[in-house]
């Protein structure tokens, strides 16, 4: 993948899980809050990632709420960093209150993530609207954990199905991972997991956000192991 | 004699109204005491008689209640000046009783209005509504005292209120109520009618799972009840 410069500003201020998935917790000095309340520059709460050289971590406060930033402190911020940096990944946390509102308002593009489910998929109609009502909109697609074992079977929601009701553009599915869980719990982002399909879905996005046409992924139910083993060779393939 | 007294009494003549009407003359009496406000108009008649000679009144008494003495008087006292009062308007029903039984009339025929020639028009007025050209999504409303037309989808969890009708050119999901001030001939219609609640009129209606193939429906209250129909271009 081409090396783009990646600050990923962790928005979930006072539940702070990104430096966990990314295995930066130790180093973690200042954060978003001390930025904002200028005890340091931007810089230095900016911690570089340990595998690839072009992606920070600004961590969110731990010991603080969200009231802690403003949406037009993230604009600021966002602001300062626009120039050296070609993108920059906001992590909005769950809801519609001040923690979206603070990712929401320096966004050049929203991408909305929700599972295939009848609870998730009406949350998230109800955030796309608020992401057009923001002007922002519109807002593009990422189905996560997709079963098609189960969507096979009609009791999941298809792929179709959600984007019949949301209107959307689909930028990526992600199917149901185990090594996902695994990743985490390890410190390694999923996308480092070379035999992963969830791993490879988080690639295509990336590449599709980068503007390149990648066919979406067969996350067609494979049970049998020839099946599984195909999959494999075709992964390490690519 | 109270000073104020009389300045009321200098008031009261602009309290009589003289309109001409076909069946002669209307006098509409103002507000105040009837032995002034006789006074004052007996005093009218007095200063143009040359004009009220001969003439057919009706006499518009408002509110008071007036009883046969009075009636009488009145007549006598007219018909001295050669006045004919042939009608008393009176808002009391004991007046007017009593004017019937002088033999008086209380009703002039309300004047024809003019014959207009209407030009045919050939554009139709419309009543209000508002346009939508976006979907209503999950936790947004759209409302309107009039009409509501939209354009796109209502998603679960979007609401559309309307005091008439609902048009959507979508599916529809969502919750709708058309009718709300009681309009029981309002209607509903979508491409695809599958919406969580539909209201009309305040009458509430769960649609039924459907099977097969959406197809254009339109909601309206028949015989009480809410029934869908599935649109049909033969029998409208």
Redesign the interface.
């Known amino acids: 993948m081409n090396a783009k410069v990646v600050t990923i500003s962790d928005g979930d201020i006072g539940l702070r899980n990104l430096d966990v998935i990314l295995g930066l917790e130790n180093r973690i000095v200042y954060d978003i809050v001390d930025v904002v309340e200028g005890r340091c520059r931007i810089r230095q709460a900016m911690i570089r990632d340990k595998r690839l050289p072009e992606l920070f971590l600004i961590p969110a406060a731990q010991t603080r709420d969200k009231s802690a930033v403003s949406p037009s402190d993230m604009i600021r911020l966002c602001e300062e960093l626009r120039d050296e940096m070609d993108w920059i990944i906001i992590d909005s946390p769950a809801g519609i209150e001040r923690g979206f509102r603070n990712a929401l308002a320096p966004a050049d593009l929203v991408l909305v993530v929700t599972n295939p489910e009848v609870s998730s998929v009406r949350d998230a109609d109800r955030i796309i609207g608020l992401v057009e009502a923001e002007e922002k909109g519109p807002a593009q697609l990422i189905l996560n954990r997709v079963n098609p074992a189960l969507t096979k079977r009609g009791d999941m929601l298809s792929t179709e199905d959600v984007l019949e009701l949301l209107a959307i553009k689909l930028i990526g599915v992600v199917p149901e991972d185990e090594s996902v869980i695994v990743a985490s719990n390890r410190g390694q982002p999923v996308t480092f997991a070379n035999n992963s399909k969830a791993g490879q879905a988080f690639h295509n996005i990336a590449k599709r956000l980068l503007g390149e046409e990648v066919p979406f992924m067969n996350i067609e139910a494979n049970n049998g192991i020839m099946n599984k083993l195909a999959k494999m060779m075709k992964f390490r393939g690519d | 004699m109270k000073p104020n007294l009389g300045i009321k009494q200098l008031k009261q003549p602009e309290t009589i109204l003289i309109k001409g009407i076909r069946e002669g003359l209307l006098i509409t009496l103002g507000e105040g005491d009837w032995l002034s406000i006789f006074a004052s108009l007996m005093e009218k008649i007095t200063e143009k008689e040359k004009f009220f000679e001969g003439a057919k009144l009706a006499l518009d008494v408002g509110n008071r209640i007036l009883h046969a003495a009075d009636l009488g008087t009145l007549r006598d006292r007219l018909a001295d000046k050669n006045i004919i009062l042939w009608a008393i308007l009176s808002n009391s029903p004991v007046t007017e009783l009593t004017a019937q039984d002088l033999g008086l009339a209380t009703r002039i025929s309300v004047p024809k209005p003019e014959r207009i020639i209407k030009s045919i028009e050939s554009s139709i007025p419309g009543e209000d509504a508002i346009f939508l050209r976006?979907?209503v999504?999950?936790?947004?409303k759209v409302v309107s005292n009039g009409h509501i037309i939209i354009f796109g989808?209502v998603?679960?969890?979007g609401e559309i209120i309307a005091g008439g009708s609902v048009i959507i050119w979508g599916?529809c999901?969502g919750v709708v109520q058309a009718g709300v001030d009681g309009d029981q001939n309002a209607t509903v219609c979508a491409l695809d009618l599958n919406p969580t609640q539909l209201r009309i009129a305040g009458i509430i209606a769960i649609s039924p799972k459907r099977k097969g193939k959406p197809q254009p429906e339109v909601a309206k209250i028949i015989a009480g009840q809410v029934v869908a129909e599935t649109w049909n271009p033969k029998s409208r």
Do not use: E, V
């Open positions: 976006k979907t999504r999950s936790g947004f989808d998603n679960p969890g599916r999901q």
